[in-house]
Antibody, heavy 121, light 108 residues
Framework: EVQLVESGGGLVQPGRSLRLSCAAS????????MHWVRQVPGKGLEWVSG????????GYADSVKGRFTISRDNAKNSLYLQMNSLRAEDTALYYC??????????????WGIGTTVTVSS | DIVMTQSPATLSVSPGERGTLSCRAS??????LAWYQQKPGQAPRLLIY???TRATGIPARFSGSGSGTEFTLTISSLQSEDFAVYYC??????????FGGGTKVEIK
């Protein structure tokens, strides 16, 4: 069964850091680009960041550029999101998502259940 | 960045009726457009890619059309399990990948 399981969310104070992880199983992880997509409860979807299969292509939303860093460890079938200088507006459910392609960013055919990040003092 | 605009925000439809959802791009995305369905408490699910190709396991009552800047998702005969929020997403120009704001399909 293809599965993505996120972890690492929680309550954090503004300005602090948090690292999200995503464990992938059931597919050839190093064959696909991966993404983080977030959703404020009751609101729409926002693409946060994406990374190609070999980390050669990385992209960020302007809202997180310079604060968040995406990475992956293909040997561990894992995706990460290092979030620094967190702000209240980063509060959301963060999904780990699989792309259908390896090198470029297309559309997403597998989603995790998400991990919640709350930024509040 | 390409801005995706969905309309209407809410669509009220009776079961068995047709539902038509629209998605407009601020510039041409060719047919590089996907549709997702999200039910309460669940992650989104891929419905359509390439503007008109149904994803694996998606019923034939879902159809997509359009190219360039105007796209439509049609649900030919709404079933109870189809009441959800629908999002479009462009993948023609990135970063960033961009989603529309969503259309909620509710029971009339």
């Amino acid at each position: 069964e293809v599965q993505l399981v996120e972890s690492g969310g929680g309550l954090v104070q503004p300005g602090r850091s948090l690292r999200l992880s995503c464990a992938a199983s059931g597919f050839t992880f190093d064959g696909y680009a991966m993404h983080w997509v977030r959703q404020v409860p009751g609101k729409g979807l926002e693409w946060v960041s994406g990374i190609s299969w070999n980390s050669g292509s990385i992209g960020y939303a302007d809202s997180v550029k310079g604060r968040f860093t995406i990475s992956r460890d293909n040997a561990k079938n894992s995706l990460y999101l290092q979030m620094n200088s967190l702000r209240a507006e980063d509060t959301a459910l963060y999904y780990c998502v699989k792309d259908i392609a390896s090198t470029d960013f297309y559309y997403m055919n597998v989603w995790g259940i998400g991990t919640t990040v709350t930024v509040s003092s | 960045d390409i801005v995706m605009t969905q309309s209407p925000a809410t669509l009220s439809v009776s079961p068995g009726e047709r539902g038509t959802l629209s998605c407009r791009a601020s510039q041409s995305v060719s047919t590089n457009l996907a549709w997702y369905q999200q039910k309460p408490g669940q992650a989104p699910r891929l419905l359509i890619y390439g503007a008109s190709t149904r994803a694996t396991g998606i019923p034939a009552r879902f159809s997509g059309s359009g190219s360039g800047t105007e796209f439509t998702l049609t649900i030919s005969s709404l079933q109870s399990e189809d009441f959800a929020v629908y999002y479009c997403q462009q993948y023609n120009n990135w970063p960033p990948l961009t989603f529309g704001g969503g259309t909620k399909v509710e029971i009339k």
